[in-house]
């Protein structure tokens, strides 16, 4: 053991759990563009959300997110139109505006065991349930897990340059979700963000189990 009280070998560990804790706008212009490449399901019919939950439910943690149409215009108000939710590989993108919240989606809104990691969850939240009352449980939100481990960032924007090395486009984040037909912009936009989200908690969670394991160890 060195003259610090700490063993060369746990100090060796910590030197390569060290990571930056927050990130420029500049910094993060410089890294490279990145969206989700996997596949998109777009679900609007009764059928399709009984498959889309069906194997939703399978999995423990679920990237979330929702879009609402923006408005322009003092007193107007729109309700949610999209729900994303995204597996690893996967993207469900439910088109609220046309099926309402259903008692599949209450189930899985319900469902503790059922992490749901995303930002603004609760505003989320509180804009599903203008549609429908349900108990919202399992839902995870990432700034906070954010907080628990040092970082100084919050957006989805930032936390996903700083933790998963490249930036995601917002451009359609203001568009019209209500659109008869969404656009490949739009599509690929929803469904990116979804997807930073999950990968944004798994390695959140990551960072926590490594320093937990160098703080037992240390």
């Known amino acids: 053991m060195d003259s610090s009280g700490v063993g060369h070998s746990g100090a060796h560990r910590k030197e390569h759990l060290e990571f930056k804790i927050t990130i420029s706008t500049e ?3 410089n890294l490279p563009l990145k969206s989700f490449d996997g596949k998109v399901m777009l679900v609007s019919g009764t059928d399709d959300l009984s498959k889309a939950f069906k194997e939703i439910n399978k999995h423990d943690v679920v990237g979330f997110d929702t879009e609402t149409r923006p408005s322009f215009h003092k ?6 139109a999209l729900l994303q939710l995204a597996l690893p590989n996967k ?3 439910v088109r609220l505006n046309e099926t309402g919240i259903t008692e599949e989606m209450i189930h899985f809104f319900e469902n503790p065991k ?3 990691a995303g930002v603004g969850i609760r505003d989320d939240i509180r804009i599903m349930q203008k549609l429908k009352r349900f108990k919202a449980e399992g839902f995870t939100e990432l700034t906070s897990l954010s907080k628990e481990a040092g970082l100084q960032v919050e957006s989805v924007k930032k936390l996903t340059a700083l933790l998963l090395g490249f930036r995601i486009s917002k ?3 203001t568009s019209n979700w209500e659109a008869a037909t969404l656009n490949e912009k739009q599509i690929s936009y929803a469904a990116t963000d979804a997807w ?3 990968e944004i908690y798994r390695k ?3 960072l926590k189990s490594a320093s ?5 160890k240390a």
């Open 27 to 29: 910094e993060i212009n």
């Open 75 to 80: 007193g107007q108000h729109y309700n949610v």
């Open 91 to 93: 993207v469900f993108l």
């Open 114 to 116: 059922i992490l749901k």
């Open 171 to 173: 451009s359609a984040q």
């Open 196 to 198: 930073v989200c999950l």
């Open 204 to 206: 959140l969670i990551t």
């Open 212 to 216: 937990r394991l160098i703080d037992d």
